[in-house]
């Protein structure tokens, strides 16, 4: 009974009342965006449903951040829906289950730990990106069904509830905590719209989300050699953007509550979320940032709240059809914009003149990546790769070398800095091989071999240096440098001093 408690994360210090309010909120706010998701890739509005209620509820239970909150999302549907249009929805649900078996995988082979490579310019960029889209993804709700914006008395009303949705959120804390702002806001919208009669979109507008349980169904397609070509890129991408979503709105869950998840158990449980949503006719997903700030914000820091969330999502789908058909696209509107205010790194902007230009280049371009292309695997890599380049060519010029010549005419040169591809230059201008004496000794207490390029230029140096006639003396090399010199054995041949009371720093 005991690990069943633990599994839940039911403790004295878990608030029952936040955590399943909070999960109600939450669940409001799944239903118009699993449509909208679903709409997207192409698919009924059930399919995203079931996705978010299958997703939710696995990952809730056995994810690695409690309080975070997973369901259908706008990256995995961006990336199904030519698969969608060109083979249809079983193929779908076979890329999906494809796709999990990929991120369970990953998981296993805790291959999480890479996302500390991930630097935090990149995190502000996705992040500030992130936030842009969703408060793009609302101005749709100003447009009526010809793609025109909403003019007159429909534009003034759908402004009226959304500012006082807005308000009521932003308020509300300020005089009592004691209820989740953002439920007393789409309540009190909704008995607003309701009782005055007021003519404004509601959910039941866009789709019915009136179903059943989700239907255990295997994917009707050949199993052959050429169907696992046809899905397994869309897999690979669906795994690979689900997972940086995931584990990034992780670090972002991590910040807001002051603890630490785990990556790795979270890939798992993505995974097998996403295959039980193959199998449950439902279109995937991954964590979903708005909905997780959603929830720490108005306080919940359990599994209970993810829990109930996707449950009540469920309730909604198969008993409260009617009733939240009529809830106000307003209410939910005001919502997901205060959500986007609030995920945006403000801060970010007053560090222009303080962050490296390198940083501020890399946040920027990242920005734009998530919100132009909406690819956030891209943006991620994009990032990634810049800052490495930049931290790179940085490294590069820190190459130094000390000179001097001891009493017994041995030329000493002292690395300082790391010897890798990107310094190799540097280091070779520092030798003065035609005027050097016999004996030279090249010191690295200050420095390390890191790279086969090092090496490389280690041979090219000695190699000037014995057409001569001179010997070469390496000393101080850590272990892993000599493991690699040994591994390069047939490149090089150099004496190699060791000092055997000198002690090597322990790598990171």
């Given amino acids: 009974m005991k690990k069943f408690i633990n599994l839940f994360d039911f403790s004295q210090k878990v608030n029952y009342k936040t955590e399943v309010l909070s999960g109600l909120t939450v669940a409001l706010a799944l239903v118009p965006e699993a449509i909208a998701f679903a709409l997207i890739a192409g698919l009924s509005p059930l399919t995203g449903l079931y996705a978010a209620f299958v997703m939710g509820l696995v990952t809730s239970v056995f ?22 249009k060109d083979y249809g929805v079983e193929y779908v649900f076979a890329t999906v289950i494809l796709a999990g078996i990929i991120q369970a995988t990953a998981g296993i082979l805790k291959l ?41 008395d429909s534009l003034y009303v759908l402004l009226g509830l959304v500012f006082l949705t807005m308000l009521i959120i932003w308020g509300l804390p300020k005089w009592s905590k004691a209820l989740p702002a953002s439920l007393i806001a789409i309540l009190s919208i ?97 964590a979903m940032i708005g909905q997780s700030l959603i929830n720490t914000s108005n306080g919940a820091r359990a599994r209970l709240s993810g829990i109930v969330a996707s449950v009540m999502l469920l309730v909604f789908i ?33 560090t222009f003149n303080k962050m490296p230009k390198s940083d501020v280049l890399v946040m920027v371009l990242v920005t734009l990546v998530t919100i132009f292309l909406h690819n956030l695997a891209l943006a991620v890599l994009v990032g990634v790769v810049i800052s490495a380049l930049v931290f790179s060519w940085d490294n590069a010029k820190r190459i130094r070398a000390r000179k001097s010549v001891d009493e017994k005419g041995v030329k000493h040169y002292e690395i300082y ?29 200050e420095s390390r071999v890191v ?52 002690k090597v720093v322990a790598d990171a």
């Fill in 417 to 445: 800095g790391p010897l890798f591809f990107g310094s190799i230059t540097a280091f070779n201008e520092k030798f003065d091989v035609q005027n050097d004496p016999s004996d030279v000794v090249i010191d690295f207490k």
């Fill in 63 to 84: 994810g690695g951040r409690p309080g975070m909150i997973s369901g259908a999302t706008g990256a995995v549907a961006v990336v199904i829906v030519t698969l969608a």
């Fill in 318 to 350: 198969m008993f409260g059809a009617s009733f939240i058909e009529k809830m106000p696209m307003a209410a939910l509107t005001g919502l997901m914009i205060m959500v986007s205010i609030g995920t945006f790194e403000w801060a970010s902007l007053r």
């Fill in 451 to 502: 790279d086969m390029s090092a090496i490389e230029a280690l041979n090219k140096i000695t190699e000037r240096y014995v057409r001569l006639g001179k010997k070469v003396h390496l000393k101080h090399l850590s272990a892993d440098c000599l493991a690699l010199l040994r591994n390069a054995d047939a490149l090089i041949e150099v004496n190699v001093m060791e000092d055997p009371t000198y």
């Fill in 190 to 286: 909704f008995a607003l719209v309701f009782f005055l009669d007021i003519d404004t979109r509601t959910i039941g507008d866009i789709a019915s989300i009136r179903g059943g349980f989700p239907p255990f169904h295997i994917p009707e397609i050949p199993w052959t050699l050429e169907t696992l070509g046809i899905i397994f890129p869309f897999a690979a991408i669906v795994a690979g953007v689900g997972l940086i979503e995931s584990l990034l709105t992780l670090n972002i869950v991590d910040e807001i509550t002051e603890t630490r998840g785990s990556g790795n158990k979270e890939a798992v449980a993505q995974g097998a979320a996403n295959i039980l949503s193959g199998v449950f006719s439902g279109m995937g997903g991954c």
């Fill in 112 to 152: 999480g730990k890479f996302m500390r490579l991930v630097p935090h310019p990149v995190i502000f960029g996705f992040v500030n990106g992130l936030a842009i889209i969703i408060f793009m993804s609302q101005l749709t709700q100003f447009k009526d069904a010809n793609g025109q914006w909403l003019t007159g």
